[in-house]
C-alpha cells in the first residue's frame, strides 16, 4: 500500500485540500500543463514499480477483466437513466484501509442514444466531471497508467450490441481526514467513495445542457467490494423471510402459526403484569377496609341501638 500512498501525497500537494475533492476533465485529450505530466508520469512509475514487484496487481489483466465485468452488467439496461445516453462503471482497485487512500477507474459507457436537449450533441463536445462527497482525488490518464503501450482507442472500438466504451478515468486519492473515524466498515466506505459524474455540454441554441450520470447502475462490479454484499435491514429481514419460505416448502422446518407461541421473552407482558399486580392489590386493599368500616359501622349502630332507654308517655 505504500505506492498508494506516495501516489495520493504527490498528487494531491498540487490540489485544493479540504473541500470535497473534484476532478473535471473532457472526454478527449486536452492540452495539460507540464506539471500535470510530470504527475502522470510519476504516477504511471508509480504503477509500473508495482507490477515489477508484485504479481498481485496486473494492470492489464485488470483492464481485460474490468471491461467484461461492466460490459456485462451495463448490458442488462434497455436505455441509459440519463439523457446523454451515456453510464458509467466505477471499481475499485487498490484501498489502503489504514489510511483511506485509494486507486479507482471509471468507464464511460454509451447504453442508448441520446434523447432530448442531448439529440445531436456529438461526443466530442462532453465533458466529464467526478466529485467525491467524502474523499479528495485527482485524476490519471487511463490508458497511460495502464501500460505505455496499451493503445487501444476506446472511441474506435464499436461493438455491434451492448455498451460502447468511450473513456475511461483512472483516480487515485484519499477518504477525507474528518470522515476516516474508525472502525471504518463497508457500509462506512462505500458512500465516501462513490463518486458524482456529471456531464455537460452545449447544444445546437449554444446553451449549456448538464446531466448526473448515475454511479450505482454498475459499481464494484470487479475488485474490491465486487465480492461483498451490503443489504440494509429492509433487505436482510426480506431475505430471512425468503429462506424461511423456502424451507417451509422443502419441509425442513415445521410450519408454526404465528400469536400462539412466545417467540421472545415477553418484556413487555412482565412490565404490564407488575404494574396489574400492584392495582389490583391496592384496589382489593382498599375493598376490603371499606368492608371493615362497613361492618364496624353496623355493630356500633345495633349497639347503640339497643342501650338506649325506653321511653313511654303517659
Known amino acids: 500500500m505504500v505506492w498508494i500512498t506516495a501516489a495520493v501525497a504527490s498528487l494531491l500537494l498540487v490540489q485544493v485540500y479540504g473541500a470535497p475533492g473534484s476532478i473535471a ?5 486536452s492540452n495539460r ?12 512509475s508509480l504503477v509500473e514499480q508495482r507490477q515489477d514487484t ?3 496487481l496486473n494492470m492489464t489483466q485488470w483492464d481485460t477483466d474490468s471491461v467484461a465485468a461492466c460490459t456485462a452488467t451495463l448490458a442488462t ?4 437513466s440519463n439523457p446523454s445516453g451515456m453510464a458509467v462503471c466505477y471499481n475499485l482497485v487498490q484501498l489502503d484501509t489504514n489510511e483511506g ?8 459507457f454509451e447504453v442508448s442514444k441520446p434523447s432530448g436537449t442531448w439529440s445531436g450533441i456529438p461526443l466530442q463536445q462532453m465533458q466529464g466531471g467526478i466529485q467525491f462527497n467524502g474523499a479528495t482525488a485527482s485524476q490519471i490518464n487511463g490508458q497511460k497508467v495502464v501500460s505505455r503501450d496499451l493503445e487501444r482507442h476506446y472511441l474506435s472500438k464499436r461493438q455491434s450490441d451492448g455498451p460502447i466504451l468511450h473513456r475511461t478515468y483512472m483516480i487515485v486519492g484519499r477518504i477525507n481526514t474528518d470522515q476516516w473515524i474508525p472502525p471504518m466498515t463497508i457500509q462506512k466506505i462505500e458512500p465516501l467513495l462513490m463518486p458524482i459524474f ?15 450520470v448515475s454511479s450505482n447502475e454498475a459499481a464494484f462490479v470487479h475488485g474490491i467490494f465486487s465480492k461483498e454484499v451490503v443489504l440494509s435491514p429492509f433487505n436482510m429481514a426480506s431475505l430471512a423471510v425468503q429462506n424461511i419460505t423456502e424451507e417451509l416448502r422443502a419441509g425442513k422446518v415445521a410450519f408454526i402459526l404465528p400469536g400462539v407461541n412466545l417467540m421472545i421473552f415477553p418484556i413487555g407482558l412482565v412490565i404490564t403484569t407488575f404494574w396489574m399486580a400492584i ?16 361492618e364496624s359501622y353496623r ?16
Request: net charge positive; glycine share 6%; hydrophobic share 30%.
Open 25 to 29: 476533465g473532457g472526454l478527449l485529450r
Open 33 to 44: 500543463p507540464s506539471l500535470e505530466k510530470r504527475m502522470e508520469k510519476a504516477a504511471y
Open 54 to 56: 508484485s504479481t498481485t
Open 77 to 80: 439496461l434497455s436505455t441509459a
Open 101 to 108: 487512500a485509494f486507486l479507482a477507474d471509471l468507464r464511460l
Open 198 to 212: 456529471t456531464l455537460t455540454a452545449k447544444d445546437s441554441t449554444g446553451k449549456t445542457v448538464s446531466t448526473n
Open 279 to 294: 392495582g389490583v392489590s391496592a384496589y382489593a386493599y382498599g375493598t376490603y377496609e371499606r368492608y371493615n368500616y362497613r
Open 299 to 314: 355493630r356500633r349502630k345495633a349497639m347503640s341501638a339497643s342501650s338506649k332507654p325506653y321511653t313511654t308517655r303517659i
